[in-house]
């Protein structure tokens, strides 16, 4: 390991056996250890007991297990090469032919097994690891630390402190945060997103901070973090999201192997409650938007209603499942790509079709729901999601269509006739302006609705998820490679 650590938690050089007396293969090998010190000068680091193997000076106690955890001990025995303070190689457990390749040296451990595997070290132990991660880990987070008092209830105090959603939130402990940067490869300290409303510089250490107290798993952390750089670009548009009165907020849509790897639903409850990485992930999110960002309803947010999705709101798609290409694989992205779409929408509305037996019949029907997205009349101006479920989908997968055609029958369907949607028309005051007289207007822009496919395997019902206004004055979806 690195030769800048302190004179105390380094290797000397040479050969360096870590071991432990509460370990049957390290009381094994101890007559070899006492042999390779005659032969080859070995070093001996016990973790437990000072005395073992033998009382002597080329025997050293790592009472604090400093030098076990900076090392990388994992496995004892282990056995390593250290050249001019840094480790060379290494080795674990107890092999013959193994240890007399790497010592150069014949006849070890004579009468003995050939070989035997090693045991846990009190380094990585599940009683001393968290402990020993904030010991010498701890120093490196940059977040600020806040002090509770020894009579605050420590779940009270973060509600007290304004950091929750209104649901618990985990307090995150440095032996937790530590724990969640384990799930990615960068650097705490590299800044993930300047968090709107005021656009806060946002670093992967925040990010996981508020993973933790969203009741994320470390290897949720690549996603949140994608979501969090997605959501915060000018496309997404997250201050706005938040100042409009519409009740919509960030519904995350993810693809590619990172979905199964993590545990993600796409089947049953999929858009619901009970699927951990599902309801946390989204969770995540918005506490960065409000404790990073300073997003706070009543503040900056400014929803009339709300809904569930400002809590989180966060899927998998089933792409096993689907004949046709994925939602990302639609916006350009490969099939082997993880990837999290953020759109901006509301709370799913259901779609319920148990007639239709042909993919015409459902495409139909399916226009006339979505026609009704936000407002009937309203056109062009909105987005808007739509979630086939299993049986739905299996009309088209029946009839052989492709996305590509599905998303052109559609497409016809949902131009209407503007003079049915002129403004003052059946008494309505809003619709289309005059100007619109006599054309066909298309509900959606191009590529202003989004196709999914999730869901359980039975019920003839999907679901549509309005938007919010898009483009430049609004907000566009905004896809983010997930990486660790």
């Known amino acids: 390991m690195s030769s800048d650590l302190p004179s105390a938690r380094r290797l000397p050089d040479g050969l360096v056996a870590v071991v432990k007396r509460d370990c049957p293969t390290c009381e094994l090998v101890a007559p070899v250890l006492s042999d390779l010190h005659d032969r080859a000068g070995l070093t001996v ?23 076990s955890w900076h090392h990388d001990i994992e496995v004892v025995p282990t056995l390593l090469r250290v050249v001019e303070g840094s480790e060379d190689r290494r080795t674990v457990g107890w092999s013959r032919s193994e240890w007399e390749q790497f010592t150069d040296l014949d006849g070890l451990g004579q009468g ?12 990585v132990d599940p009683a001393h690891a968290d402990v020993l991660a904030v010991r010498f880990s701890a120093s490196g987070l940059r977040s600020r630390r806040v002090e509770m ?3 605050e209830d420590e779940w009270e105090a973060m509600w007290d402190r304004g950091w929750s959603d209104g649901l618990p939130v ?49 290897e949720h952390l690549p996603v949140v973090i994608a979501a969090v750089e997605a959501t915060c670009t000018d496309e997404f548009n997250m201050h706005g999201v938040l100042a409009t009165t519409m009740s919509v907020g960030p519904v995350l849509v993810v693809n590619g192997p990172v979905a199964g790897r993590i545990g993600m639903n796409s089947g049953i409850n999929a858009l619901g409650q009970g699927n951990r990485a599902n309801s946390t992930i989204g969770r ?3 506490l960065v938007v409000r ?26 798609e089933d792409e096993a499942g689907s004949p046709w290409t994925s939602l990302a694989e639609s916006r350009g992205w490969r099939e082997d790509q993880s990837t999290v779409t953020v759109f901006a929408g509301e709370s799913p509305r259901i779609f ?8 015409e019949s459902l495409t139909r029907h399916l226009a006339q729901a979505l026609q009704a997205t936000v407002s009937p009349r309203m056109m062009l101006g909105m987005d808007a999601m739509l979630v086939l479920s299993p049986d739905h989908m299996a009309r088209y997968a029946d009839a052989g269509w492709s996305r590509d055609r599905f998303m052109d029958e559609l497409s016809a369907e949902l131009l209407c006739d503007a003079d049915e949607l002129l403004a ?8 289309l302006p005059p100007a619109a007289a006599g054309r066909k207007v298309p509900k959606f822009r191009p590529g202003g609705l989004l196709v999914a496919h999730a869901g359980g395997p039975a019920g003839l019902f999907s679901a549509i998820i309005g938007g919010w206004a898009n483009g430049p004055r609004g907000s566009d979806p905004v896809t983010r490679e997930i990486t660790p």
């Open 45 to 67: 680091i016990t973790q437990d007991d000072p005395h073992f193997p033998v009382d002597a000076d080329w025997v050293r106690h790592d009472d604090d297990l400093a030098i």
């Open 112 to 123: 003995l097994p050939d070989w035997r595997p090693g045991c846990g070290s009190l380094s």
């Open 149 to 151: 008092a020894a009579l």
């Open 170 to 218: 985990v307090p995150p402990t440095e032996a937790r945060v530590l724990r969640m940067l384990e799930g990615t490869t960068r650097d705490p300290s590299e800044i993930a997103a300047a968090v709107p409303p005021a656009l806060v510089d946002c670093s992967v250490e925040k990010v996981a901070v508020n993973a933790v107290m969203a009741g994320c798993a470390p």
């Open 284 to 286: 995540a999110l918005q």
């Open 291 to 316: 404790n990073v960002g300073g997003g706070w309803p009543g503040g900056v947010d400014r929803a009339t209603f709300g809904s569930p999705a400002k809590v989180g709101f966060c899927f998998a």
């Open 352 to 359: 319920a079709d148990e007639k239709s037996r042909s993919p």
């Open 424 to 431: 003052g028309v059946r008494g309505v005051a809003a619709g």
